[in-house]
Structures are given as structure tokens and as C-alpha cells.
């Protein structure tokens, strides 16, 4: 195939993944996106075994065959619940195969290679190799396989900067010299290490900005590699994917009230270390399945307010179960969305859909937020902190400035809880102390079931 | 006359503003297939490494391209299939078929 002929394709392909996105903005037109996206893929991928560089094929068969079994099983088998790891792992390995070509393009062209393209190479190999470690221990995190409480020590801010400023400057160093090629695997090894250094001082709580961002650099390492190969697809899936994740962590900090720099450089859970120390026993109005069995039949609209301790419980089934036996009663069941329910952007909303809960009844934070004081009941169930008032009065708290879901603002306020323990970032909610709030104590899981039975028991 | 390098960064700066828009327009409802659907194509790197794979140009070569073929096939067919398995379970209000039956008939008996 001519060299003119294969841009042709790769355009093609670019313009189908556009289109791709574009799909992405509606439910029912989504899964159209896939296909077109598939497409441009695969046009791509075969104008690209028909070049004339290409001539050997044996290693591509077997790297395909196996590229292809791992992500098909994954994709077939990885729980909805596991969506962030997966996410995770799949930043770790597109960076990686960025970083890899990265890697093969200098040693091939080393000692003759142009300032600009070395540049690039440089940002590209830097972006990918720390991407892909970070991501790796982002992944560690997600899955509990290392301590998800921010690890810090005293100067890792120096320590860290130091890394990426000595990485930055042998890149610096390589765009004159492109022929030191003993520096090469210095850079590679420090910005793994970045890339470590760069997670571990990451709480939990804040992997879906974590998550966005790395997303973010996996497409402009992606983008970097099209400058160095010249392919313009590459640059253009790299830019939409670079840019995806931006606009992502934007929303994400935007949802937390937190900026950047603070998320990267700012353990969340230092800042309230000396507060918690005097909390006064204030006391909770307590209530059992039956009463608020009986609140909830006498409602005429509900809002269900997940957390990501829905999900923890498994309870997501049970709390479908719940709207339809509500709705069968002829309650009005919205679900409320806040944009850090879960680990990453989404994640609730795709463990609702699993749970077969219509998208249609699912609502985000700002189409809710002014019906809470229309509604007779907003049912908490696993979420802490997006739903505490402090955030909006009290300019003591850390989280102050975070945009809640109001849920205060219903006639009466349930909250499914273990127990009075401050939730994640360790701050008193003021909603469980509100005369309107009734606190039921008790597992997500058990107490929904025990609601779900109430109900029908009391139709008979 | 522009060079290559002048194009590509055109390409870039052009795509990364179309990113914005066409992402900006994704409901937060969407936004995990999103970063799933974007990293499958961002897969595309695949076409970079199966040049690098197929060329004869060493063993180093051979074996990094291997690798990144393996990597990227990974988030090409994983990435399609799960945006695709999720957004399957998205559904509308009574497009939800037969499982209304089951939760009603488990109200009954007990009692």
C-alpha cells in the first residue's frame, strides 16, 4: 500500500474516533460510538500491516494473539466493582507500549537525531514510564494490595521534585547530544520512580482525580509518540485522549473543592489531625426498619443517595429492589449522583446501571440538588461526606466549599449506617445530629433487604 | 511551505480544542465507558509498535515492538469490549424486560 494511501486510512481513522466521542454525549446512541471507533481502529491497524516496512509478521501474530486473549478475558470477566483498577491497568499498559516505542526509536537513531524529535522523545518516554509506574501503583491501591492511606515522609516534596527536575534535565541534556546514550536508562529509571513517587503519598479518596489525571498524561505520552513517528492518527487519539482526561480531573477536582497542586502535593488527611479530638456526645435519632418502612410507603417521592459503601456492601440490587418496590406503590424513586460517588468518574452510575436501575432515573448533582426540598424522604445509603452541611456553613471544616447533594434540605433525612464512625476523611457529618435526620444502624445490604420486606409486608 | 513538525502541531493543538468540545457534551452518567472508550482508542500506539515489531531493524527493536503490540492489543480489544459491555447495561425505564416477574412472585409466600 502507497504511503499516500496509508495517511489516507489513518485520516479515516481519526475521523472515526471523533465521531466516537461524539456519541459518547447520549446512552442511546453510545454503543454506536463503539462500533465506529472499532472501525477506524481496525482500518488502521490493517493499512498498517500493508506498509513496506513491515516485513516480518511472526512476532506481530503472537503479540496480537496474546494482547487479544488478556484484554478479552479481562473485559469478559473483571467485576463492575473492579472498574477503576482496570481503568488503572490500562493506563499502565498504554503508557508502557508508548514508552517502549519511545525507547526503540532512540536507540535506533541515536547518534542522529534532530533537536526537536529528541525533545519530544525525551517528554514522551518521561510521560510514559512514569505514567505507567504510577499507574501500576495506582492499580495497588485500588486493589488493596498496598496501603491506601497517603504514605508520607518528611522532604518527599524536595525528593520528589528533585527526581523529575534531574529526569527533566537529561532530556534537557540529550536535545544537543542525542549520541549519550548512557544516560538514556538513567532517565528511564528516574522517571519510574517519579512515577511511584508521584502515587504513594495519594489517598484513597482521591483516585478518581488521580485516575483522570494519569489519564491524561497516558494520551499526551500517546500524543508525544506521534510527534516522534510522524503519524498524525496517533497525535490526534493522543490529543482526544489527553484532553478527555484533563477535562475529567477538572470535574473531579471542581467535585472536591481541591485544586491540582493540592491533590498531587497535599495529603488530604493531614489538614484535620488536630480537630476531632473533642467531639461532645450529641444525641442521634435512631430508628428501625419499620418506621422508616412506614415513612417510606406514606411518601410521595423519595431520592436515593448512593455511595461508594453501597458498592462496598454489594448492596446495589437490593437498593434497585427497593425503587421498585416503591415504585410499585406509586412513589416518585430518584437516584442522586455526586460526581465522586465511587473511584473514578462514573463508577456509580455503571454499578447502578448493573444493578438494572434505568438511567433515566438516575439524576447528577446539580439537576437534583433543587428537588431535595420537594421530596419527602432522601435515603443515604453509604456516602458520608458529599452530603455533610458543614461543607456549605461551616468554614471551619475541611471541606468546606465542597458541592454537596442537599440532602438536609428533604422533609425527613435517612441515613443507612454501621455505625457513628466519621467516614473516610475522618469528619463529623452535622447531618446525623439534624432533628429531621433518622439514623438506621445497620449493613447497607441487611437493612435494605429488611426495608424491601417491610414493604411487602405491609401491602399484604 | 509548513514542515512535518509544523502539521503535527496544527493536528494537535486542532484535536486537543475538538477534545474539549465533543468531550464537554458526555453527561457525567457516561463518564466511566468515557476514560474506557478513550483508552481503547488511544490504543491506536498499537500501529506504531506493529511497525516497529514487523521491521527487521534488530533485535531490540523486535523485542520492544513485541511488547508494545502485546500492551496496546491489550487496551485495543479489552477497551473496545468492556465500553461495550457496560453501556449494554444502561437502560431506560421499561426497557428493562423480564425480570419485574421473579421480584413480584418473591413478595407472596412467607407470609
Known amino acids: 500500500m502507497s504511503r499516500v494511501s496509508i495517511d489516507f486510512v489513518y485520516l479515516f481513522a481519526g475521523a472515526c474516533f471523533v465521531l466516537a466521542l461524539r456519541w459518547m454525549s447520549a446512552p442511546t446512541t453510545a454503543r454506536r460510538g463503539i462500533w465506529v471507533g472499532e472501525v477506524g481502529m481496525a482500518a488502521a491497524v490493517v493499512a498498517t500491516l500493508l506498509k513496506t516496512e513491515v516485513v516480518s509478521y511472526q512476532w506481530i501474530a503472537v503479540a496480537l494473539v496474546i494482547g487479544a486473549t488478556i484484554g478479552a478475558l479481562m473485559a469478559i470477566f473483571m467485576p463492575m466493582t473492579a472498574m477503576p483498577q482496570r481503568i488503572a491497568l490500562s493506563h499502565a499498559f498504554g503508557a508502557l507500549a508508548a514508552a517502549l516505542v519511545g525507547t526503540a526509536e532512540f536507540y535506533l537513531d541515536t547518534p542522529h537525531i534532530r533537536p526537536f524529535k529528541m525533545a519530544v522523545l525525551g517528554a514522551e518516554v518521561l510521560l510514559g514510564f512514569l505514567t505507567f509506574t504510577g499507574s501500576l501503583m495506582a492499580f495497588g491501591k485500588l486493589q488493596e494490595l498496598i496501603p491506601t492511606r497517603p504514605v508520607v515522609f518528611r522532604g518527599q516534596n524536595v525528593v520528589n521534585l528533585s527526581i523529575l527536575a534531574a529526569a527533566v534535565g537529561i532530556v534537557v541534556f540529550l536535545v544537543p547530544h542525542p549520541s549519550s546514550k548512557e544516560l538514556f536508562p538513567i532517565l528511564a529509571v528516574l522517571a519510574l520512580v517519579f512515577g511511584v513517587e508521584l502515587i504513594l503519598p495519594i489517598g484513597g479518596a482521591d483516585m478518581p482525580t488521580v485516575i483522570s489525571i494519569l489519564n491524561s498524561y497516558a494520551g499526551l505520552s500517546g500524543a508525544a509518540l506521534g510527534f516522534v513517528l510522524d503519524n498524525k492518527v496517533l497525535i490526534i487519539a493522543g490529543a482526544l485522549d489527553g484532553s478527555s482526561g484533563f477535562l475529567l480531573s477538572v470535574i473531579m477536582c471542581r467535585a472536591m473543592n481541591r485544586s491540582f497542586t493540592n491533590v498531587l502535593f497535599g495529603a488530604f488527611g493531614q489538614v484535620q489531625t488536630g480537630g476531632p479530638a473533642v467531639i461532645e456526645e450529641r444525641p442521634v435519632r435512631s430508628g428501625s426498619p419499620e418506621e422508616a418502612a412506614m415513612i417510606l410507603d406514606a411518601a410521595r417521592s423519595v431520592i436515593i443517595v448512593p455511595g461508594y459503601g453501597l458498592a462496598v456492601a454489594q448492596a446495589q440490587h437490593k437498593a434497585r429492589e427497593l425503587a421498585d418496590a416503591l415504585g410499585a406503590r406509586g412513589v416518585d424513586v430518584k437516584f442522586a449522583i455526586h460526581p465522586v460517588a465511587g473511584r473514578m468518574p462514573g463508577h456509580m452510575n455503571v454499578l447502578l446501571a448493573e444493578a438494572e436501575v434505568p438511567y433515566d432515573q438516575i439524576y447528577d448533582m446539580d439537576s437534583i440538588n433543587p428537588e431535595f426540598p420537594h421530596s419527602d424522604v432522601a435515603l443515604v445509603v453509604g456516602a458520608n461526606d458529599v452530603t455533610n452541611p458543614a461543607a456549605r456553613t461551616n468554614k471551619g471544616s475541611p471541606i468546606y466549599g465542597m458541592p454537596i447533594l442537599n440532602v438536609d434540605q428533604a422533609q425527613t433525612v435517612m441515613v443507612v449506617k454501621r455505625s457513628m464512625n466519621p467516614g473516610f476523611a475522618g469528619i463529623e457529618n452535622e447531618l446525623y445530629y439534624n432533628e429531621k435526620t433518622m439514623m438506621l444502624f445497620g449493613d447497607g445490604k441487611g437493612m435494605l433487604t429488611q426495608l424491601v420486606n417491610e414493604l411487602s409486608n405491609a401491602r399484604v | ?111
Open chain 2, 1 to 111: 511551505m509548513l514542515t512535518r513538525v509544523e502539521i503535527g502541531l496544527y493536528v494537535f493543538v486542532l484535536a486537543t480544542f475538538l477534545g474539549f468540545e465533543v468531550i464537554r457534551r458526555v453527561p457525567s452518567l457516561l463518564h466511566t465507558p468515557l476514560m474506557s472508550l478513550t483508552n481503547a482508542i488511544s490504543g491506536i500506539a498499537l500501529v506504531g509498535s506493529l511497525v516497529l515489531a514487523g521491521s527487521n531493524r534488530g533485535t531490540l527493536a523486535t523485542v520492544l515492538g513485541t511488547l508494545a503490540v502485546t500492551a496496546s492489543t491489550i487496551n485495543v480489544v479489552g477497551g473496545f469490549m468492556i465500553t461495550d459491555r457496560m453501556l449494554r447495561m444502561f437502560k431506560r425505564r421499561g426497557e428493562r424486560a423480564p425480570r419485574e416477574a421473579p421480584s413480584d412472585t418473591s413478595r407472596e409466600p412467607a407470609q
